[in-house]
């Protein structure tokens, strides 16, 4: 019943977030959980790998949005445009940039508004 859940708040999410260039949703760290849990999700930290090093969310991949030049030129490399993208900073403010820069160049973005520091006050994993 929790995946059928799961699948259901998904595919609602999706369905809510019709996203243009330079569009993308800031969402909660329950509806940011349920998407993440679908195994097509592209998780991505845009902290700096410092940031990185010290914790982050399990299974996600490390681009510093600080970099902004190298952040735009590796994004194609790193992330599937055929996939949703969800990412998160430490506080929300560097992953909206970095939505917007991925929505721009054509991805599918959710972004965490509180960052990894409103995962972490949720009691959620960390590695």
């Known amino acids: 019943m929790k995946a059928l859940s799961s699948i259901i708040s998904f595919i609602a999410i999706t369905l809510l ?3 243009s260039k330079g569009d993308f949703k800031s969402i909660n760290v329950e509806e940011f959980e349920t998407l993440i849990a679908q195994p097509e999700v592209q998780r991505l930290d845009v902290r700096t790998l410092a940031e990185y090093k010290e914790g982050h969310i399990p299974g996600s ?3 510093n949005v600080r970099d902004e030049e190298y952040f735009k030129a590796s994004a194609d490399s790193l992330l599937n445009k055929n ?3 969800a990412v998160y900073c430490r506080s929300g403010n560097r992953s ?7 929505t721009e160049k054509g991805y599918k973005v ?3 508004s509180s960052g990894i520091t409103g995962w972490k006050a949720a009691r959620k994993a960390i590695e």
């Open 17 to 19: 977030a019709c996203q």
């Open 61 to 63: 991949l490390n681009l």
């Open 83 to 85: 996939y949703p993208v």
């Open 96 to 102: 909206k940039k970095a939505a917007t820069i991925l």
């Open 110 to 112: 959710y972004e965490l």
